[in-house]
Structure formats: structure tokens, C-alpha cells
């Protein structure tokens, strides 16, 4: 996305909506789409366990919609996405990934607190027709992480044709809690992304920022029964650019659990939620005072949201266009039913107790800047593109670090930073929302916005292999908006 064409679009944008600020509890929309009367049952991801996981990635193709069947990818079988991944704190863990593609990729973990040998960026490149097979412990804590392909210019096509899987990891903390954890009945994956096509129904490739048509786990106009009681979604935001503004058709009230790296210490209540791209949050949802056959749809309110949104474009085509832009639609449609055995029925007031790092902890600080974007120019840090053998960032072991990410670009992006969980200590832009006040590994930087984080760099080192930070916008990721550093003893 060149800076001309953000331009461009900010000031049709302007002209037509207003430049307008919706905050993150805004509940009056203004823009709706048309509602389906006809539903797809959602698919649930089946399930791996144990400390071996063996995944194929291979072409497949799945009836999206009316006509030819669409290709696609997927691992293990499925016709798009793959299994979900469940391992435990503690475990050591063989990982088995086969490509039985024709092209090279590469497996992610996104979140994971690993070596870099063994992080599945692009360095850890898998051939057509061979097995990597890293192994490493999981460190993490209890929470929702995910598995990607990572290969450098061929990230925003695999993950288009949608590779990729979510991963639960358990520990003694979060299992001692009363939460929903009944996989597909009570504790639901919902991963939202959208999809435009061509003519032929084949997923369009060609460098594009948005979908036309939502979906929830490779499911278009989805549905799911959920029964009498509270309700636990693990949410992914696996899309290109856009960004959620996710709550209920009747607005109520509901729980964030979780950021990307676990419990939150306390519930955190909201009727809106906000997730940029790569994030993921856990929510709990009473469904208890429900009837039984009553329904109500989860949303994206993303109407009128701030310039730079994502998806807050008033196109409907072209590179930035999309029938899902600065609207609110609907992402699953839910039906109750009856409350299962043994149902949770209340929240638990206190989920951990969490020690962070605060900014006076850092033992370094360093500031990087979004750049480029100007008269075709692709975005990049620091106006350095990409190089596959540059280290841009050199990190002491054991140092506990301070990164100020300034975006100065008339556009949002969502940074990643692999190896670490970090905590938000400030936005430019105003207080840090509670519900992402948790561990996070990724987060939204708005147009014009300045971020802090602080995070300790421990555990691994490594002269040789680096670990990546950059926007998880696939396409501006494969386009050069990526670092590398080195963490040294």
C-alpha cells in the first residue's frame, strides 16, 4: 500500500464519512449488512494431543459456494485451515511437519517462547516433499496460540488458501479454574478471515487488502447451538489487513479472559472487543438467561471506526475495496440450546496474579520507526527493507528491553514480535484498553500512534539465528516490512 494511495483513499474517506473516532464500547451502528436467512454449520477443527504432532500440508478444495469447488490448502486432510494443536506447560514436544506441496513453505509457531532454529520463520524453510522436525519445550502459558506458514514473499498466498491452525496450551494455573473447556460444545475456536474470488470461485491471490466475504473457520455464513450457559470462544483474527470490532447483536455485556500469551489476573467486562491482525483474545459469554431456541448473532460493529482501521475504507472494489468495508456484518450466528451437565454458570472473579515488566525494568530502549509507503514504495522500519541475512536489532540475553514502535504513516498495522511476550506500558494515542492489559505478543498501532512495550529476552541465544519482528499484514510482511534480531550472550 503506497502512501499516495493512502492518501488518496483518506481523503475520499473524509469527504464522503467524516474522520470520525469510534471508541471501543461504541454500540450504535450505522451500517449494516443484509443479514443471510441461510446458514452453514461452523466446522470444528479436529483435535492432536499428546508430545508428537505430525502435520501434512497438501492441496486440497472445499465447496465454498454455489458452482466449482474452490482450491485450496490444508494439513492433515483437512479442506482448509488444519487441526488444532492442544500441548501442555512443561511437555517436551516433537513437532512432524511434512510439505506435500509443490512450493517451499514454512510453519510458524506464532507465540511460542522457542530457540530460533526451530521458530518456523523464514530461515526454517521446508522443501517439497520433506519433513522438518523441530523440537523444543513449551514454555508458554495457557492460552490460544497458532501455526502459520512464514516464507518471505509467499506468507499472504499460503495463508490465503489457508494454511494454518490454532494451538491450545494447558498448565496448573488454568486448569484449576472453572472455565468452559469442553472442545466444541462449551470452548469454541472461532478464527475470522474473508475471502475474495474470481469468476472460476478460485480464491484471489493477487495483492489485495480485504475479503468480500466474511468467514469463521473457513465457513461462510456460519452457525453454531451453543447451550444454556457460559460460552468460551478462543478468537483469532487470521485476516490480510482488516481489523474486528467484535460484539453481540444485542449488545451485551461479555468477558475478556485472555490476551495472546494467557490469563489476564481478573475478567475483564466489555461489550466490544478490538482485534488487529494476528491477535487473539479469549471471551466468556452467558448464555444462561437465554431461551432455549432463541438466537443472536456475534458481529463486527466496523462501521465509522477510526481512519486507518483496517477495512475502514469506503471502497467496495479495487485493492482496497471490499463489500465488508466500514460496515457491520455478522461472523457467527448462534443458536441456544440446552445447558449441558455440570455447566459454568458464573465467572471467576480472579484468574492469576501476573508479574510484569514496567518501563523503570528495562535495561535498554530502542525506537523503531515505520517508514516508506511513498510513491509506490513498499512500508518498511527504519527505511530498510527486508534482507534475509541482516540483523537490524542486536539483543543481550537476559536484557529486559523497552521497543517504542512509531508509526508516523496515515495507516495502521499490527506488530508482531516472535520469541517474547511482552506488556503494553503506553500508547500515544491514550490509555491502554483493560482488555489488552494481559501478556501479548502482537498488537495494533494506529495511524500516527507511538507504542511502547517491555519484555525480557531469556532462555535462548543464538550468533547465527535470528528471530523476526514485523507487521503481520501477510502482504506487507512478503512486501518487506520485517526486521530480524539476534539474542546473544
Not at 504513516?409 to 503494553?424: A, E, L, T
Amino acid at each position: 500500500m503506497t502512501k499516495v494511495a493512502l492518501f488518496l483513499a483518506s481523503l475520499i474517506f473524509i469527504v464522503t464519512y467524516g474522520c470520525s473516532k469510534t471508541d471501543d464500547i461504541t454500540v450504535t451502528p450505522s451500517t449494516t449488512t443484509t443479514t443471510s436467512s441461510t446458514y452453514n454449520e461452523l466446522w470444528i477443527p479436529p483435535t492432536i494431543t499428546g508430545k508428537t504432532f505430525d502435520l501434512t500440508l497438501a492441496k486440497s478444495s472445499k465447496q465454498l459456494r454455489t458452482g466449482a469447488k474452490t482450491a485450496t490448502y490444508g494439513y492433515n486432510g483437512a479442506e482448509f485451515w488444519g487441526p488444532t494443536l492442544i500441548m501442555n506447560k512443561g511437555d517436551f514436544v516433537q513437532m512432524n511437519v511434512t510439505n506435500n506441496l509443490s512450493e517451499t513453505t514454512t510453519t510458524h509457531w506464532h507465540g511460542f517462547h522457542i530457540p530460533a532454529i526451530m521458530d518456523g520463520g523464514p530461515h526454517q524453510m521446508i522443501e517439497p516433499n520433506t519433513t522438518w522436525k523441530p523440537s523444543f519445550e513449551i514454555k508458554n502459558n495457557a492460552g490460544t496460540y497458532w501455526y502459520h506458514p512464514h516464507l518471505h514473499e509467499k506468507t499472504f498466498q499460503q495463508l490465503t488458501y489457508g494454511a494454518g491452525g490454532l494451538i491450545i496450551i494447558k498448565d496448573p494455573v488454568e486448569s484449576a479454574l472453572a472455565l468452559p473447556r469442553t472442545y466444541g460444545t462449551d470452548d469454541i475456536p472461532l478464527v475470522l478471515t474473508s475471502r475474495r474470488y474470481n469468476s472460476d470461485n478460485s480464491f484471489t491471490v493477487t495483492e489485495h487488502a480485504y475479503g468480500d466475504y466474511a468467514m469463521a473457520n473457513g465457513t461462510h455464513d456460519a452457525q453454531i447451538s451453543l447451550p444454556k450457559q457460559f460460552v468460551r470462544f478462543r478468537i483469532l483474527n487470521a485476516e490480510t489487513e482488516r481489523g474486528y470490532n467484535l460484539g453481540f447483536s444485542d449488545n451485551r455485556n461479555f468477558y475478556v479472559i485472555t490476551n495472546d500469551g494467557g490469563l489476564l489476573d481478573a475478567p475483564v467486562e466489555v461489550t466490544r472487543v478490538k482485534l488487529a491482525v494476528g491477535e487473539r483474545v479469549e471471551i466468556l459469554v452467558d448464555l444462561s438467561k437465554d431461551a432455549v431456541g432463541a438466537s443472536l448473532d456475534m458481529k463486527a460493529y466496523n462501521a465509522n471506526q477510526e481512519f486507518g482501521f483496517g477495512g475502514s475504507e469506503p471502497q467496495t472494489t479495487g485493492q482496497f475495496g471490499s463489500l465488508l468495508n466500514n460496515k457491520d456484518f455478522n461472523v457467527l450466528h448462534i443458536k441456544v440450546k440446552a445447558a449441558t451437565a455440570n455447566a459454568i454458570t458464573t465467572v471467576p472473579a480472579k484468574l492469576t496474579t501476573n508479574t510484569y515488566w514496567k518501563e523503570s525494568d528495562a535495561t535498554n530502549t530502542r525506537t523503531i520507526k515505520i517508514t516508506g509507503g511513498q510513491a509506490g514504495s513498499a512500508f518498511t522500519f527504519d527505511n530498510n527493507t527486508y534482507g534475509f541475512t541482516t540483523i537490524n536489532q542486536n539483543v543481550k540475553l537476559n536484557a529486559v528491553e523497552k521497543w517504542t514502535i512509531v508509526n508516523n504513516n496515515i495507516f495502521g498495522h499490527s506488530f508482531h514480535i516472535h520469541d517474547i511476550q511482552f506488556k503494553i506500558v503506553s500508547r500515544s494515542s491514550g490509555p491502554i484498553a483493560n482488555y489488552e492489559s494481559g501478556w501479548k505478543d502482537t498488537f495494533y498501532i494506529r495511524t500516527g500512534e507511538t507504542v511502547s512495550v517491555v519484555a525480557k529476552y531469556d532462555d535462548f541465544a543464538s550468533s547465527t539465528n535470528p528471530f523476526m519482528y514485523h507487521c503481520h499484514f501477510p502482504n506487507h510482511e512478503d512486501a518487506g516490512l520485517m526486521g530480524q534480531f539476534l539474542v546473544t550472550q
